[in-house]
């Protein structure tokens, strides 16, 4: 199960391009995402089945969702990665 509390500091995602982690079979990726039009960055999390890298997965096995870039947004990335099964 991922938990929010391995997701670090929303601090840390105003700086830094992404965070990846994985459990179990699960591989995931947050960052800070800005749509095309738009000034308000937003989550973007996308998960894939494990064990290859983000760069080495094929992008039809890779889900993705946003939400907003709050501390909200980042539990309800976290809700989602966990209903998701791969």
Request: overall charge negative; some cysteine; glycine content about 6%.
């Amino acid at each position: 199960m991922i938990e929010r509390k391995r997701l670090l500091s929303i601090g840390y995602y105003k700086k830094a391009p992404s965070f990846t982690g994985s459990d179990k079979n699960k591989c995931y990726k947050i960052e800070k995402f800005l749509e095309e039009g738009t000034e308000e960055p937003l989550f973007k999390a996308t998960i894939w089945p494990g064990p290859y890298s983000f760069e080495n997965t094929a992008d039809e096995l890779k889900q993705s969702q946003t939400a907003a870039f709050t501390e909200e947004g980042l539990l309800a990335l976290v809700d989602w990665m966990n209903s998701i099964e791969l």
